[in-house]
């Protein structure tokens, strides 16, 4: 095995440091996020808010006029970042740069709103500070904050009884933004910026290069926006090379914390959900389903990248191409299986030059549903619909009505748990295919957009719309996705992986709230045993499996095997 034992030992250390770190940041943030979404008396501020944009905060909303609450706060969005990317040059701080095209402008809307931070344009080079902070930071924020709304939507569907409504989307969503990200966002920005982090409004410098020539140096408000790239799970770089670039990420112990970043909402959601329900048992069970997908998935992955993928890498003494040599591999593949088991997308490597496994098991953990812990909001709901679908196959099993915290499972459910699962495998795998199809667009892909033909390049186009459907944002490389057919594809397949799943989600808390609990009887599935942990893994990853793998084996399999 490739790789000194030394940077084997200090990768296994940042491992064990992060699971302290998550352990101890677990009970009293979970704690504090039920704290936030249960409350009725609201801060004098958020008052303000709520008369500002005229809504009522004490009024509770069915699920339709949630998800329209939901709708319409994104489609604001959506437009406003656009029109701040077609009007650049009359903003402060244009740094100089034209205004942003129609269809790129698009997809970068599209792309932040939905959480996914997908980015087919160098940062530096095509937006200024106005849209950087105004648009894209702020989206980083909002869209954190309403997954974290519908998944206390769904949560607050198995808590209630015989209740038509949800909660107040717009309460959740400031309070999400003002009571958890933006302090959370605040304290780590210093924290970075004490790590080198740039934090600037200068234009950037000129610097000699050793040739004798001048190179253009930029900066900007750089820690701010990494803050909540990580903790809100959006991954939008503020340069091009994203968190391998030394001005986001200049050392190995920021690379932690921004691991951290990613990792520690969504680790602690099971336990606010134990908490909103009244049982932290089925907390526990959750939290112990994410924590082993996202184990085994970094031991694929590290393994794969430390064996190397041939004699060259071999000899080199470990598989460093795409590789930056102050993170090692370990701290590569740690970043990657975070960020692509969440919907994170932040990247500190280049995917692209991984060992065909190693690469493989970062497709992998997108097509999971990026529930390993997932995003912020979006990967508990992910895992409890899973838990749906679990106790009712539990149910066909025993031969008895199938019940998950006391709310029977029934067709109507199922209908809207089964629909969620197929979502997104409908737009990866027709996006893909649609590129591969259509006359013109074929011709395009094939000769401009894939730079290496054969199974490798059908893994970079079939991550492209993976990435896009689950919301992750993370590019495999190697793939020029900045055309008029890629910006539109993705930008749609980016709004219909975020919204369509959000609008079943919602239904299905609809449908549990309407009903009262049943109480437990002999013939109840527990939830928090072994027994249906187990269950729930395996439902999860076989799932994947059946869907995914005739075209992992056309890709990256077949790869692997060559």
Do not use: C
Not at 449 to 465: D, K, R, V
């Amino acid at each position: 095995m490739a790789g000194s034992a030394a940077d084997t030992w200090a990768g296994i250390a940042q491992v064990a440091t992060l699971v302290l770190l998550l352990v101890v940041a677990y009970r009293p943030l979970g704690d504090w996020m039920a704290r936030v979404y249960t409350p009725t008396k609201h801060a004098r501020l958020e008052r303000g808010v709520y008369r500002v944009i005229g809504v009522d905060p004490d009024a509770e909303q069915s699920w339709p006029a949630y998800l329209r609450g939901v709708l319409l706060f994104s489609a604001v969005g959506v437009l406003l970042v656009y029109l701040l990317q077609r009007i650049q040059v009359v903003l402060p701080g244009d740094l100089g740069l034209p205004n942003v095209g129609p269809a790129l402008a698009f997809n970068t809307a599209a792309s932040f709103v939905a959480n996914t931070n997908w980015q087919s344009y160098s940062p530096e080079a095509t937006v200024g500070y106005t849209v950087q902070m105004a648009g894209l930071a702020v989206q980083n924020f909002l869209s954190a904050a309403v997954g974290l709304a519908v998944a206390v939507a769904l949560v607050r569907g198995f808590a209630r009884r015989r209740s038509g409504t949800l909660g107040n989307v717009w309460v959740d969503v400031v309070r999400g933004t003002g009571r958890l990200l933006l302090p959370g966002a605040f304290v780590f920005a210093i924290v970075l910026v004490a790590g080198g982090v740039v934090q600037s409004w200068g234009g950037g410098v000129d610097v000699t290069t050793l040739a004798g020539g001048t190179q253009h140096i930029p900066d900007g408000f750089v820690a701010s926006q990494e803050a909540i790239k990580e903790l809100g799970t959006n991954g939008g770089g503020y340069f091009n090379a994203n968190s391998a670039h030394p001005f986001e990420n200049p050392q190995a112990w920021t690379n932690l914390v921004e691991v951290f970043l990613m990792l520690v909402i969504p680790f602690s959601l099971p336990r606010t959900f134990g908490r909103l329900v009244g049982d932290d048992r089925q907390g526990y069970a959750i939290l112990a389903v994410m924590g082993a997908i996202f184990l085994v998935s970094l031991s694929v992955m590290s393994i794969a990248e430390l064996a190397g993928g041939g004699s060259a890498t071999q000899a080199a003494g470990a598989a460093m191409e795409g590789k930056e040599v102050r993170f090692g591999i370990l701290g590569t593949t740690l970043f990657g299986t975070t960020s692509t088991a969440t919907s994170t997308g932040a990247v500190n490597g280049m995917f692209d030059s991984f060992t065909p496994t190693g690469g493989m098991m970062a497709l992998v953990n997108m097509m999971l549903g990026e529930i390993s812990p997932g995003g912020v909001g979006s990967g508990l709901y992910g895992m409890l619909v899973l838990a749906v679908i679990t106790v009712f196959i539990g149910g066909l099993l025993v031969g008895r009505t199938p019940e998950y915290l006391g709310k029977k499972i029934r067709a109507r459910e199922m209908t809207f748990a089964a629909l969620y699962i197929l979502v997104t495998p409908t737009l990866v795998l027709l996006g893909t295919g649609l590129s591969l199809v259509i006359p013109g667009v074929r011709e395009q892909v094939l000769g401009t957009s894939i730079f290496n033909p054969g199974n490798h390049g059908l893994s970079e186009l079939l991550y492209a719309f993976t990435s896009g459907a689950n919301n992750n944002g993370s590019a495999f490389g190697g793939l020029t996705a900045n055309t008029t057919w890629m910006n539109s594809a993705l930008g749609v397949v980016m709004l219909l992986g975020r919204f369509v799943p959000i609008a079943l989600v919602l239904a299905l808390a609809g449908s549990l709230a309407a009903q009262d609990k049943v109480p437990a009887t002999v013939g109840t599935l527990p939830t928090h045993r072994p027994l249906f942990i187990g269950l729930l893994g395996a439902v999860a990853v076989i799932v994947t499996a059946l869907t995914y793998f005739p075209v992992l084996a056309l890709g990256p399999l077949a790869e692997a095997l060559s």
